[in-house]
């Protein structure tokens, strides 16, 4: 049985940072795309970045270069490293894992998903 769990979410300043983390059971994340996605209230889950199978990372422009997707293989665990944080950053942080090569931005190309984890940015 696949099952994900993030972690890592809070409250934090404006400017601040946080780190999400993304663990699997029952699959190997390096066998997967694994992409992040959020949602804030009123509003459809959106794309913030992915990591391949093979390690590359790719991320949507409005997070491109404040927030870092990572992998620690030994511990099928991705993270989610989130600096310079904005209020517009607030939402239900999840992550998902699909089996193409990229997963892309799309929530249908992505086959399990995570419960979330809430992450509120004051100004």
């Known amino acids: 049985q696949v099952q994900l769990v993030e972690s890592g979410g809070g409250l934090v300043q404006a400017g601040g940072s946080l780190r999400l983390s993304c663990a699997a059971s029952?699959?190997?994340?390096?066998?997967?795309?694994t992409g992040w996605f959020r949602q804030a209230p009123g509003r459809e889950r959106e794309f913030v970045g992915e990591?391949?199978?093979?390690?590359?990372?790719y991320y949507a422009d409005s997070v491109k270069g404040r927030f870092t997707i990572s992998r620690d293989n030994a511990k099928n665990t991705v993270y989610l490293q989130m600096n310079s944080l904005k209020p517009e950053d607030m939402g239900v942080y999840f992550c998902?894992?699909?089996?193409?090569?990229?997963?892309?931005?799309?929530?249908?190309?992505?086959?399990?998903w995570g419960q979330g984890t809430q992450v509120a940015v004051s100004s």
């Open positions: 998902a894992v699909g089996s193409n090569l990229r997963g892309g931005t799309s929530t249908g190309a992505y086959d399990y």
């Open positions: 029952g699959l190997t994340f390096t066998l997967y795309s």
């Open positions: 990591i391949t199978r093979y390690g590359g990372a």
